[in-house]
């Protein structure tokens, strides 16, 4: 089911595409280059992926476009670059939803707020669905932003302790560093925790230290950077299943012919695809690498889980206003999967 609905996001994608109806602005001929930045590491499956997704354009486009790939950040910061890409600079870059509902859309900053989706079968239905291609297209016109791709998998984002956690409750006191932004920070203050912004490159020392006792993310990028070396417990909590959303200048996109558009986004997607196959891999063996550290990792029972999804119905209820969400988006999303679900049955 999973790769099935991955499948069909490519699809759903091209038609997207092939409806904008973009001015030919460039011929067949001519030789289009496009700077790609980044800031995974080369070794990492989302860099891997990129690789491939420039090859795959490449050999689509007869070379006729080119993707120069800047990994490391080389290419400035994603805030950087999205501010070359409003300029109309020929540049993608990578984002998530809480990201991009910094750019006049803050309904995307559900793709990053705590048990939105049950599973990730759920996840890509709502991604399918006409709620999401509405969503991306008030992107594209509230902030010039266009959104090339959707279904690349960047985790499932757990939580890794210097004490176990299992509940809710045993984040009462826990200083819990997460991405600096006012979703994650409320969110993650209204399940109990003491909620820290922190650059993941200063959470190794920050757990050594005692400064913080838990940090979330995948445990891919747990193991990466080593946390197993100071802290020694893992919850698989799932609480965000995390993706990557690949994006260009809508200017640029519309500067494409409805060809060149297409490949670009067929591609984004058939490379995503392959990223989630090396990310499962990758996540495997973080897993593997965690557990032969002596980390004890803890997998909730569906009793367990269903705990934490009731507690974070209080951030769904009581916060979202001030981030500026639609009121209901909860409900929302949850009828837009059922009703892409349905069709499919």
């Given at each position: 089911?999973?790769?099935?609905?991955?499948?069909v996001s490519?699809?759903?994608?091209t038609a997207?595409?092939?409806?904008?109806?973009?001015?030919?602005?460039?011929?067949?001929?001519?030789?289009?280059t496009?700077?790609?930045?980044?800031?995974n590491?080369?070794t990492?499956?989302?860099?891997?992926?990129v690789?491939?997704w420039?090859e795959?354009?490449?050999?689509?486009?007869?070379?006729?476009?080119?993707?120069e790939?800047f990994?490391?950040?080389?290419l400035?910061?994603?805030?950087?670059l999205i501010?070359q890409?409003?300029?109309?600079?020929?540049?993608?870059t990578v984002?998530?939803?809480?990201?991009?509902?910094?750019?006049g859309?803050?309904?995307?900053?559900?793709?990053?707020?705590p048990?939105?989706?049950?599973?990730?079968d759920e996840?890509?239905?709502?991604?399918?669905?006409?709620?999401?291609a509405?969503l991306c297209?008030?992107l594209a016109?509230?902030?010039?932003?266009?959104?090339?791709?959707?279904?690349w998998?960047?985790?499932?984002r757990?939580?890794?302790?210097?004490?176990e956690?299992?509940?809710?409750e045993?984040?009462?006191?826990?200083?819990l560093?997460v991405s600096?932004?006012?979703?994650s920070?409320t969110s993650?203050?209204?399940?109990?925790?003491?909620?820290?912004?922190?650059?993941?490159?200063?959470v190794y020392?920050?757990?050594?230290?005692?400064t913080?006792d838990?940090v979330?993310?995948?445990?891919?990028?747990?193991?990466?950077?080593?946390?197993?070396?100071?802290?020694?417990y893992?919850?698989r909590?799932?609480?965000?299943l995390?993706v990557?959303?690949?994006?260009c200048?809508?200017?640029?996109?519309q500067?494409?012919?409805?060809?060149?558009?297409q490949?670009?986004v067929?591609?984004?997607n058939e490379?995503?695809?392959y990223?989630n196959?090396?990310?499962?891999?990758?996540?495997?063996?973080?897993?593997t690498t965690l557990?032969?550290?002596?980390?004890?990792?803890t997998?909730?029972?569906?009793?367990q889980?269903?705990v934490?999804?009731?507690a974070?119905?209080?951030?769904?209820e009581n916060d979202?206003?001030?981030?500026?969400?639609?009121e209901?988006?909860?409900?929302?999303?949850?009828?837009?999967?059922?009703?892409?679900l349905?069709?499919e049955?």
């Amino acid at each position: 089911m999973k790769r099935a609905k991955k499948v069909v996001s490519l699809v759903v994608a091209t038609a997207m595409t092939l409806s904008l109806g973009a001015p030919v602005m460039a011929g067949a001929e001519e030789t289009i280059t496009i700077n790609v930045g980044y800031e995974n590491a080369t070794t990492e499956p989302a860099a891997i992926a990129v690789e491939k997704w420039a090859e795959l354009v490449e050999e689509a486009s007869g070379g006729t476009i080119q993707m120069e790939l800047f990994p490391n950040s080389a290419l400035g910061t994603k805030s950087n670059l999205i501010d070359q890409m409003v300029m109309g600079e020929n540049v993608i870059t990578v984002a998530d939803g809480a990201f991009l509902a910094d750019y006049g859309v803050p309904d995307f900053g559900i793709f990053y707020a705590p048990f939105a989706f049950d599973s990730w079968d759920e996840e890509w239905a709502v991604i399918e669905s006409d709620w999401y291609a509405d969503l991306c297209d008030q992107l594209a016109s509230t902030a010039g932003i266009r959104v090339l791709s959707s279904n690349w998998v960047y985790g499932s984002r757990d939580m890794m302790s210097i004490k176990e956690v299992i509940l809710p409750e045993d984040l009462s006191g826990l200083k819990l560093r997460v991405s600096s932004n006012d979703l994650s920070i409320t969110s993650f203050t209204d399940l109990g925790a003491s909620a820290l912004g922190m650059d993941m490159g200063d959470v190794y020392q920050a757990l050594q230290a005692g400064t913080i006792d838990a940090v979330e993310n995948p445990v891919v990028s747990l193991a990466n950077r080593s946390f197993q070396e100071v802290a020694k417990y893992v919850v698989r909590t799932g609480h965000i299943l995390a993706v990557s959303m690949w994006i260009c200048s809508d200017s640029f996109f519309q500067s494409l012919t409805e060809e060149q558009q297409q490949i670009l986004v067929d591609c984004a997607n058939e490379a995503g695809l392959y990223n989630n196959e090396i990310q499962d891999e990758a996540e495997a063996e973080a897993l593997t690498t965690l557990e032969d550290a002596g980390v004890q990792i803890t997998d909730l029972t569906d009793e367990q889980k269903q705990v934490w999804i009731d507690a974070a119905q209080y951030f769904y209820e009581n916060d979202t206003d001030s981030l500026g969400w639609t009121e209901g988006l909860y409900d929302t999303i949850k009828a837009a999967a059922a009703e892409v679900l349905a069709a499919e049955e």
